[in-house]
């Protein structure tokens, strides 16, 4: 891995792939550094942003001296999210993996998914390590507009829609959990780490 800082306040961890990004991330968030307010995964990078008297040296350093380990699987909370299956691709998706549509929605609800990392939208997160027939790539033409809640497929990852808006995703059902909330704190139900299974509803 690859350690730089980040302006003054923070330092950027440069990886491989997703899987490394997912075990510096379980690491830091098991046993915090000192110095470092916030952690943020992404696909191939982690940001640590640090507190007021974080030194980013130090920090740095403390990072080039970690060997996380492959995360292992029932180590993160998880939660449960109710989906209705029926989305509005799910006959591409099926035609697209060579299953049957009965045999997408077992798939997507037969194994936990993991956040690796939040973006594109407050609250939307980054879901890993569903079954891996249900790889599908992204629509020809984005949508301009995904009603919040859709639960949708693109390459190796699943999502949630948090609110309406533009996408390119595969819709394969909708939810009516509430995934972004700023009333609740946190405000995003997802969050890096966190393991989740969908649910027929």
């Known amino acids: 891995m690859q350690v730089l800082t980040c302006g003054d306040s923070g330092v950027l961890v440069e990886v491989a792939d997703l899987d490394e990004v997912l075990a510096l991330n379980a690491a830091l968030t098991a046993d915090p550094l000192p110095g470092v307010s916030d952690v943020v995964p992404a696909a191939r990078t982690v940001l640590l942003r ?3 008297d974080g030194d980013p040296a ?3 350093a403390a990072v080039r001296r970690l060997r996380p380990r492959t995360v292992r699987a029932g180590t993160a909370e998880e939660v449960g999210i109710d989906v209705q299956y029926g989305g509005a ?7 697209h ?3 049957s549509q009965r045999e997408v929605v077992a798939a997507h609800t037969g194994t936990a998914w993991t956040v690796a990392f ?3 939208a407050p609250g939307f997160g980054y879901l890993v390590g569903g079954d891996p027939r ?3 790539p ?6 301009t507009r995904v009603p919040a809640g859709a639960v949708a497929l693109a390459g190796r990852f699943t999502g949630v829609y948090p609110r309406s808006s533009p996408g390119g995703w595969q819709l394969l059902g909708h939810t ?15 969050r890096p780490g966190l393991r989740l299974r969908f649910r027929e509803a």
């Open 58 to 60: 130090a920090v740095a």
């Open 50 to 52: 640090l507190a007021e």
């Open 176 to 190: 009516d959990a509430v995934i972004w909330d700023l009333e609740r704190d946190p405000p995003g139900l997802l």
């Open 118 to 120: 939040c973006g594109f």
């Open 97 to 99: 993996t060579g299953l």
């Open 134 to 136: 249900l790889d599908v």
């Open 138 to 143: 992204r629509r020809a033409e984005a949508r």
């Open 89 to 95: 691709d799910l006959a591409d998706i099926a035609a």
